[in-house]
């Protein structure tokens, strides 16, 4: 192929990039959602051409050119006007729930696929001699009941023990989502056995008579703590299913188009989970009495499902992917 059939087969592509990418960089100019994924995919295809240019058709003009246009699209994509305050309420009130919002019935699998091995389990143990007996030997469990459950709490100082309570819940939170890549198999499998543990310390406690002083220490944190997993767990299935539905993309495409919005619902989390280990470490364990220890919980679980379904629904109207991209969509 020569220089001026290259140019003929590409000029459209070229032309809607410089379009997108002027409009892109101008102040008073939104893009729509769909508009920001086709400017990165515009960029990656004429970055493309631009290499194949400089291998197989050498051009210096063409080349000068194209390399011009790169760099327009290039400062569209990283180098937007956009503040960074402003690219920051961006992303939590438009990318973070949009994503959410894409993956809601995912995010519900999740839950149920967390909650029910809890009660399951919780359920049987508190109810049977035998599933008690079977748990663990009698001197284990009459040392949480009686001690270790509570004492766990106050284990450490508040500020070195909320920051190992974050890194655990990230790291559980990251194989929650990470493992989606086996196809959601991994993903469901991680949710199916952290709440069975729940399930088991839960029946422990109540079969001892404890469960007041269960749903006391594990409510205030926890609510906000099980939230921020379950979202991580419906990324993790919507890699998955990125992988055996990719639609009309290859599969490749659909799980880097999945991943992208994974990868905000991860991001977006962090400080969510940062919220749960604080109140896990200066408010569980604090001489306030139960009811207003389980409020603050409460505040925080409502506070955040209100945060990310209705902003992710209104988000979604406007055509907000739920991608990194979202946010130069203003």
């Known amino acids: 192929m020569d220089v001026a059939s290259f140019v003929e087969q590409h000029r459209p592509q070229w032309d809607r990039l410089e379009e997108l990418s002027r409009r892109a960089g101008t102040r008073n100019s939104q893009l729509a959602g769909t508009e920001v994924d086709e400017l990165i995919e515009?960029?990656?295809?004429?970055?493309?051409?631009?290499?194949?240019?400089?291998?197989?058709?050498?051009?210096?003009?063409?080349?000068?050119?194209?390399?011009?246009?790169?760099?327009?699209?290039?400062?569209?994509?990283y180098g937007s006007r956009t503040s960074a305050i402003r690219a920051l309420r961006s992303f939590l009130s438009v990318t973070l729930p949009a994503a959410v919002w894409a993956h809601r019935y995912r995010i519900l699998l999740s839950a149920i696929v967390l909650i029910a091995p809890a009660l399951a389990f919780g359920t049987w143990i508190a109810n049977s001699d035998a599933a008690l007996q079977a748990s663990a030997p009698s001197y284990v469990r009459e040392a949480l009941v009686e001690e270790e459950f509570e004492d766990y709490y106050s284990s450490a100082p508040a500020g070195q023990f909320s920051t190992e309570v974050f890194i655990n819940n990230v790291q559980v939170a990251f194989l929650a989502f990470a493992l989606g890549i086996t196809l959601g198999l991994g993903s469901l499998w991680v949710l199916a056995f952290n709440g069975a543990n729940v399930g088991v310390v839960a029946g422990m406690m109540h079969a001892a008579g404890s469960g007041s002083l269960f749903w006391g220490l594990i409510l205030p944190h926890g609510l906000l703590e099980i939230s921020a997993i379950v979202v991580a767990g419906g990324?993790?299935?919507?890699?998955?299913?990125?992988?055996?539905?990719?639609?009309?993309?290859?599969?490749?495409?659909?799980?880097?188009?999945?991943?992208?919005?994974?990868?905000?619902?991860?991001?977006g989390l962090i400080p969510v989970f940062g919220v749960a280990a604080l109140i896990e470490a200066f408010v569980t364990p604090s001489p306030l009495s139960t009811t207003a220890r389980v409020l603050i919980g409460i505040a925080a679980f409502v506070a955040f499902w209100t945060w990310v379904l209705p902003w992710g629904r209104a988000a979604a109207t406007i055509g907000a992917s739920g991608r990194f991209g979202d946010v130069l969509a203003g």
């Open 42 to 77: 515009l960029y990656h295809r004429t970055s493309a051409d631009l290499s194949e240019l400089r291998t197989h058709l050498p051009d210096p003009m063409l080349i000068g050119s194209l390399t011009e246009l790169v760099g327009l699209a290039n400062g569209a994509i």
């Open 235 to 267: 990324a993790g299935l919507g890699l998955g299913w990125s992988i055996i539905s990719p639609g009309d993309r290859t599969r490749a495409q659909s799980l880097a188009d999945e991943g992208q919005r994974a990868a905000v619902i991860v991001l």
